[in-house]
């Protein structure tokens, strides 16, 4: 580390197993999402936990050897007694949805592009989607992912046992695609099998923004009642996990017991910037839809500790600890850890129609000091966002950060006066800098992160970052550069990213992420992410279809690319209907 990589620093070195434990959690995110990871590591990783559980045990051990039997038994009566409490005050308000009065949703009706060619590009990734889906339909029906190159069903514990991942997912892009009959299958399925009352522990954070998110997005554009009922019922579910001291959400919750606790890698018992600060959207509209305010309150109170704290050089750590509300180690990232929570900012007041001032300014303040002391320029002028160890530069930008040229972008009508241009041209350079990490590789599909130093720019040198799994950011940023600036190069990125999914990830049973994508040859992680169908494809249509289709004026896209629509200021609450 030289000299120059230092930014103003407070006392906040990283400690000394800094290095160790940002491998570990990279390590455990990516097997989580079903990544490829070398063996050396993973049974490093295994001896970690091993040695973790081992020394947690024992302290445990040693706490209970100290308490007297009857003191145990007290203990315990009063934890269950106190999560049956909670679970019950959070559902006492459910007696039944209220009557809706359902509003047909803006910009649905997709027509034709006028070109031809953009016509022609606009079906192939329709037909696209029918590969992925008739494949998953095929071979992993019911389940919640795709193998495609083994034919099977993927599953992935970040659902628990909660199934159907893929249908969720799928279906607001089933529903602008126009695949009707498709989407009716998906709905039935939903009717008859999409079931939370599951004995396993799930990830609040993606369980939110795919399941809540995916059956939110299908109400606001069908109007069936069912994917109402289901997200809020959902909801409901995933209240205890907000059953902390602080109110700061648990990662992980057992949706049977109500039990909830955080990842092991996760600094001190932390909780993580980008899962609790991911939120905020599908709450206020769970609110909103269920005319209860539990959820909105919810997620007000993450804000409102939030703003209590001393920001390091005005920065949001990655890590939060729901016990004691305080930060934990002082990482902070734009990607992996960190990234959706400044998207939810920034949406969080577009979708209240530009009433919540206090999430643009939090949004705002947050992108200043990330441009202070994360944005930085390679010696040939590319833009790149690195991440942040207590005060010292890791020149390393992740595949999911390049999420953040399309936030920039949306952002920047809003700007503080004469920014506004600034903050347009910032989200043009970072999606620049994304197309050129796709563009470096020799299936032109961008690795999962790129780095800035030793003399190489925008290109993976660590075996482990060299993966693609199928990921939507870049596709996302062109999607709103396109929008924002109808400059062809956008198209045109897009489709080259379409013809390399084509060429490299495009098989006989669908679409498989890859291992390297330096190499000659593929070599398939078989794994369909859902997100792929989600995601992926949605912000390609996008791409490729005409401006009126999903106004950005009327919707906003979760982080998983579901639709909501923007809360009407002068109509606050939902039209509950007299019975
Ligand atoms: C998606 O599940 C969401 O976009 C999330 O916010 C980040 N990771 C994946 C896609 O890469």
């Avoid at 099977?152 to 695609?177: E, P, R, W, Y």
């Avoid at 909103?288 to 050089?313: C, D, W, Y």
């Avoid at 320029?377 to 966002?385: A, M, Q, R, V």
């Avoid at 530069?393 to 936030?407: D, I």
């Amino acid at each position: 580390i030289t000299q120059c990589e230092l930014a103003p620093l407070g006392d906040h070195k990283p400690g000394p197993g800094a290095r160790a434990e940002d491998a570990a959690e990279g390590r455990a995110r990516r097997r989580e999402e079903g990544a490829p990871g070398d063996p050396e590591a993973a049974l490093e990783d295994n001896l970690a936990r091993i040695r973790e559980n081992h020394e947690r045990a024992l302290r445990e051990a040693k706490e209970t050897l100290q308490k007297l039997p009857e003191e145990i038994q007290r203990d315990i009566l009063l934890e269950k007694k106190k999560v049956a409490q909670d679970q019950l005050r959070d559902k006492a308000p459910f007696r039944g949805l209220p009557p809706v009065d359902f509003v047909p949703p803006i910009g649905v009706e997709s027509r034709e592009p006028a070109d031809a060619a953009i016509r022609e590009k606009r079906a192939k990734i329709k037909e696209m989607m029918k590969h992925a889906w008739n494949n998953y339909k095929g071979y992993a029906w019911g389940l919640n992912e795709l193998k495609p190159i083994s034919k099977g069903g993927h599953s992935s514990s970040l659902f628990g046992n909660i199934k159907g991942a893929t249908i969720v997912d799928a279906l607001d892009t089933l529903f602008i695609m126009e695949m009707k009959h498709e989407f009716e299958e998906a709905k039935s399925w939903v009717e008859e099998n999409l079931d939370f009352n599951v004995n396993a522990e799930i990830s609040v954070f993606e369980v939110n923004i795919r399941f809540v998110g995916g059956l939110l997005s299908a109400y606001y554009l069908s109007g069936e009642e069912i994917f109402r009922k289901k997200a809020v019922e959902l909801g409901v579910k995933l209240l205890p996990a907000f059953h902390t001291p602080s109110g700061i959400p648990w990662a992980l919750l057992n949706m049977k017991s109500g039990i909830g606790r955080n990842w092991p890698w996760a600094s001190g018992g932390s909780s993580i910037l980008a899962e609790f600060g991911t939120l905020h959207l599908e709450f206020m509209h769970l609110s909103h839809l269920s005319g209860n305010p539990i959820f909105a309150e919810k997620v007000m109170n993450i804000r409102t500790v939030l703003n209590k704290l001393e920001k390091p050089q005005g920065l949001y750590p990655n890590y939060l600890n729901p016990s004691s509300g305080q930060w934990g180690q002082h990482h902070v990232s734009v990607g992996g850890l960190g990234d959706s929570f400044y998207e939810y900012l920034l949406k969080a007041w577009l979708m209240s129609d530009k009433t919540d001032l206090e999430a643009k300014k939090m949004y705002f303040d947050a992108v200043q000091a990330i441009e202070t002391h994360l944005i930085r320029k390679s010696s040939s002028g590319l833009t790149y966002i690195a991440e942040w160890k207590g005060g010292l530069l890791e020149h390393k930008m992740g595949h999911l950060t390049c999420f953040a040229g399309g936030m920039f972008a949306l952002g920047a009508d809003a700007a503080p006066e004469g920014m506004a241009q600034h903050y347009l041209e910032l989200g043009a350079e970072i999606a620049r800098t994304c197309h050129e990490s796709y563009n470096r590789t020799f299936m032109k599909l961008g690795p999962e992160a790129f780095r800035f130093d030793g003399g190489v720019e925008a290109i993976a040198t660590r075996q482990n970052e060299k993966y693609y799994i199928l990921r939507p950011e870049v596709m996302e940023t062109y999607m709103y550069m396109w929008r924002l600036t109808h400059d062809p190069k956008y198209r045109k990125w897009a489709w080259e990213a379409v013809e390399a999914l084509e060429n490299h990830c495009r098989v006989n049973g669908g679409y498989s992420g890859l291992r390297d994508v330096y190499l000659l040859h593929e070599s398939y992680d078989d794994v369909q992410q859902s997100f792929f169908l989600a995601e992926t494809l949605k912000y390609l249509y996008l791409i490729f279809s005409d401006d009126d289709l999903l106004p950005l004026e009327h919707w906003i896209f979760n982080s998983e690319a579901h639709l909501l629509p923007i809360l009407p200021k002068d109509k606050k609450e939902v039209e509950i209907r007299e019975e």
